[in-house]
């Protein structure tokens, strides 16, 4: 599963490190969804990133 969140606000990217999600380098469609983010002023809040986190059998 993979999400976009603000890095530095306590119940997002840090809630979401803790229940075992990583910052990724965003490609393909996640890397879609920041350009769009950005475009729509979404960035100008505060830094984002992707996360994402495996679930079941690799």
Known sequence: ???CT???VP???PFYRSCG????EP???PAA????EAECGLDDAGRR???SIRFGPV
Do not use: Q, S, W, Y
């Open 49 to 51: 990133v992707a996360m």
């Open 27 to 29: 490609h393909g469609k």
């Open 1 to 3: 599963m993979t999400l």
């Open 21 to 24: 999600f990583e910052v990724i």
């Open 6 to 8: 603000f890095l530095d």
């Open 33 to 36: 969804l920041r350009r769009r």
């Open 11 to 13: 119940f997002n990217a």
